[in-house]
Nanobody
Framework: QVQLVESGGGLVQPGGSLRLSCTASGSIFVINVMAWYRQAPGQERELVARIVSGGGNPSYADSVKGRFTISRDDAKNTVYLQMNSLKPEDTAIYTC???????????????WGQGTQVTVSS
């Protein structure tokens, strides 16, 4: 059994910052890709950022480039999303996603967290 648990969401004023965390626990052999998605009311889910094992090759949605930074601590099975210069249009539920293998030679499966609300408003 694998679980992803997010934290760090909340209410922030425009221009402010938040740092989201997502920690994976359970039967984990290796975590390949870790990513953050978001979904605003009435909109489709959007890939915000993703990062591979070891922290290399982070990629971002155009809407967050230069403002958000994704990072990971493989020793802690944790991925972070540092969000700066937040805008009202960043308001959404942010959900962690990870490709995890539970044992050697077992193909990775995708797991999702429960999501955390980020609200940017004055």
């Amino acid at each position: 059994q694998v679980q992803l648990v997010e934290s760090g969401g909340g209410l922030v004023q425009p221009g402010g910052s938040l740092r989201l965390s997502c920690t994976a626990s359970g039967s984990i052999f290796v975590i390949n890709v870790m990513a953050w998605y978001r979904q605003a009311p009435g909109q489709e889910r959007e890939l915000v950022a993703r990062i591979v094992s070891g922290g290399g090759n982070p990629s971002y949605a155009d809407s967050v480039k230069g403002r958000f930074t994704i990072s990971r601590d493989d020793a802690k099975n944790t991925v972070y999303l540092q969000m700066n210069s937040l805008k009202p249009e960043d308001t959404a539920i942010y959900t962690c996603n990870a490709a995890i293998s539970t044992a050697r030679n077992v193909v990775a499966s995708w797991y999702w967290g429960q999501g955390t609300q980020v609200t940017v408003s004055s």
